[in-house]
Each structure stands twice: as C-alpha cells, then as structure tokens.
C-alpha cells in the first residue's frame, strides 16, 4: 500500500504540498462536503460516513497513493488516530490545517492555553456536560444530535456565556454569542464549535501547560475550609473518601449533606463538576464561601435528601455526609442512580452494617473501612498524640 497523505481543511487555500498529494491521489476519501469542496471526481473517490470499514478497505486495496480529506488538524480529535491503528503511523503524511478549535477561538478573539477541549461526537454527551458544569472556558465539538441546542437546553439555570461558530471556513461561516435560552431556541447547521466560558471566572494565570491540568493536593487541612464547630469531614477520612469517588474531568459527583462542602470543593479542584446538597441555609452560604475561596464552580442545591435529589443530573459518584431521618432512602436513591459509587462516612455503629447491607441489596459491592488516626499535639516541652473520631468509611461500587 502507498503513502497516505491525510489533508486537513480550513477554508482557506491549500499548500502546494497538499495539493500535489491531491492531485497525484489514485483515490480520495473524505467526507461528501470536503469532497466537494475540493472537486474532487466520484470515479475516484470514496465517501467516509457511518461504518467506516468498507471505505478503509477500499484504501487498502488502493494500487496508488491515497488521499484522506479530514476538517482543520486532523491529528486532534480526528481521523489520525483511526488510520494510525490500521495501516500504522509510518505510512501516514499528515498535512494539517487550523483546528476548528483553534480557529473558533481566534474568531471570538480569545487565547485558548487556559481551555479545557471536549467532543461529543461518538462519545457520552453527559461527560461534555459535566466538563462545561466544572470549568470556566470549554471548547465542545459538537455531535449529530447533540449540537448548541441540546447543549443549551441542558446547561439551563447554568451562568454561562455561549459562543458557538457555526460553519467555520465556509463563506456563510457565523459566529453567534448569547445564553443558554438563545441557544436553546435556534436552529443550528453543522459543523460547529461551541465555545462555554464563566464571565464570572476570568482565567487570573497565564497557562503553562495544555490542557491545564486540575488543582494540586488533595485532602486540604481543615482550616482552609470555613466549618460549623467542627462539622466537617477530617482531611485524613477525606483523603480515603476522595479515592473512592475517584472524582475526575467529566465526572459529575453529589455531596449529599455537604455541611462544609469540603468533599465537593475537593472533587472540583481535581476537575469533576459536583453538586453540593444542603438543608441548612446558614452551611449552603459557607460552601459557597469555601467554593469562592478555591476558586471552583459547584452547584449548590438548598433542599432536603432525598426529595432534592429527584431533579438533579445522574451522578458517577455519591458522597454522603449527612442523612437526618432518611438515611435509608438516600442511600437508596444514591445507590439507583451512581453510575459507578456511593460512599458515605459514619461515626455510629448501628448504622454501618444496614449502610452496608442496603448497597449490597442495591447491587453494588460493599467494602467498610474503619478509620483511626491520631495528631501530633504539644503539650509544654513534650508531645502526645490526641486521637480523633473513629469513622467507618462505607463504599459501595458498580460491578464493572
């Protein structure tokens, strides 16, 4: 088999070495716009769309050099990859163009070292929704069946400011900017990038690395979080908890009975989107604070478990800090609808082996750890060790 050179599109002219690849091509794939807009000849051409296997055999019976026509840099996000694993990346010369990204992000007149990129298109939609939940600038590729207006239609109630550049390259290219009713409300032509930023969370550093990776540590001392006489989960009990919500980009995790809302702070910083679920007005006003004081996005929902829980989002992970009288049904309702956890911390000890029992009975497997640790304090010239709480830690996980 022949060199594959693999040319991406812009809208803008080809480069001689583009060209010369195009025109010496015994055969051409790309999709039906680029084909048409190189013109190139049907009769040696072939379409990529839906199952690509036909078309990738077709390549590899190609007697000649190979042509793959792919939108802007097609190393990021696109058909690169997938011809790599077939015919190995030897065989490829790769001669890119702007990104769509990139270019979206030109157009608004924005730097994009500081953006987190996201694509829907062939993967769960629901994990580009969380990232726009957590993070103050997103690039969404969007989808077939998941463009601006579901996207709109889902980040309702959310503050945000949508930039969406429709069409990019072409002549009748727009770039549109409103909230997430005016998206909500268009009709949308393909392709498009929507650009989601926080007008209230402007980037404060310069980017130092793409993409920027999540706050660092975990398991913050107490005292960096504002707390009620100490109603807050122990940065040691929190360090345990954090590993087994395994929060990360894309995840959506409830903090049910936040108090302090350390866990979904901590969650946030490590760049999962969470919901922190609180009764008391006076807590919800400090997770807030926290939130503000870490610079992290929650959503804060003031209400009781579990009817507050109907209307929320389907979590990967459920913490649960506190229950009042319904800790049967949150358990329950938090164990229906974790995609992959729910764990909880309990300090009395009729409630541990029914916790157990009720995410057992849910389907989940249950694994109780109980927790005892002891700090350092001074005491004149000498020191001893003051013993905090004993708590058990109760995780439950989805059989994989």
Known sequence: MSRISVIGLDGSPLREEARSALKEAALVAGGRRHLEAAGVDPSRSVELRGDLSEALAK???S???VAVLASGDPGFFGIVRLLSERFGRERLCVIPGVSSVALAFARAGLPWDDALVVSAHGREPRRALNACRAHPKVAVLTAPGFGP??????????????????????PDERLFCGDAAALAGEEWRDPNVVLVLDGRRPATQKGWAWPRPPG????????EFEHRAGMITRSEVRALVLARLGPRVGDLVWDVGAGSGSVAVECARLGAAAVAVEREGASAARIRQNAARHGVCLQVVEGEAPEALSHLPEPDAVFVGGTGGA???????????ARRSVVLT????????????ILAECGLEVETALMQTARLRGVGAWHRLAAENPTFVVCGRRPC
Do not use: K
């Open 59 to 61: 390549l590899e019976s």
């Open 63 to 65: 007697e000649g050099p």
């Open 149 to 170: 207006a579901e996207l709109g239609r889902e980040l309702a109630g959310l503050e945000r400011i949508f930039l969406v550049a429709e069409r990019l390259g072409e």
């Open 216 to 223: 660092g540590g975990w398991a913050l001392p107490e005292e």
């Open 327 to 337: 800790f049967e049904e949150i358990l329950r309702t938090s164990a229906a609808r």
């Open 346 to 357: 309990l300090i009395s000890l009729e409630r541990v082996v029914p916790a157990g029992e």
